[in-house]
């Protein structure tokens, strides 16, 4: 895959405020995000999407919806489960080079991963890379009712159920003792 993450906007801020370039971001999840893909899938894991780019008073708007692949872990059971991330990009890029006089700008935005470099290329990866980290739900499931891994064998209660017994919880032994003289 040829990745497409960084742009020159150079000419976009020659042009008046209110300009307009259109994008296209291509990038291979594994390079960008190895934390959305887990080391043994072979599935090819791609980022693609159109964005814009429009000149701003202060820098350089971009906006962009993006789909995404990623293999994460199942919380439950621990199977490699396949994803499609949704990422909504809209962020600023603040110059740090005027691009008609050369002169060095100081830009009030503290993150430098919203900076546009001294030869006015933007480059996408790491704002990229923490949308597509929101985007990825926090506890993904291979299926709703996964039913996880046993806490004493690990076995794969999914796959087959295992014939261990938990100990029950000392905490709890006073209630249980109610219950058993409720019940007679």
Do not use: Y
Request: with cysteine; proline share 5%.
């Amino acid at each position: 895959m040829i990745e497409n993450l960084t742009f020159n906007v150079a000419q976009l801020l020659k042009e008046p405020i209110g300009a307009v370039r259109a994008g296209q971001v291509a990038a291979d999840v594994r390079r960008l995000a190895p934390e959305l893909a887990q080391a043994d899938s072979t599935v090819e894991l791609a980022m693609t999407g159109p964005m814009r780019l429009t000149h701003t008073d202060g820098g350089v708007l971009v906006q962009g919806a993006l789909t995404s692949q990623a293999v994460l872990p199942c919380s439950r059971c621990l199977e490699p489960v396949a994803l499609t991330l949704e990422i909504e990009l809209e962020e600023v890029f603040a110059q740090t080079v005027d691009v008609l006089t050369g002169q060095a700008i100081t830009p009030e935005e503290d993150d430098r991963a919203l900076w546009i470099d001294d030869r006015h290329l933007l480059d996408l990866g790491e704002v990229l890379r923490q949308n597509a980290l929101v985007a990825a739900p926090m506890h993904p499931l291979c299926r709703p009712d996964c039913r996880g891994l046993c806490v004493i064998c690990g076995q794969n209660l999914n796959e087959e159920t295992c014939t261990c017994e938990a100990e029950p919880d000392a905490r709890w032994a006073i209630l249980a003792k109610l219950l058993q003289n409720n019940e007679s």
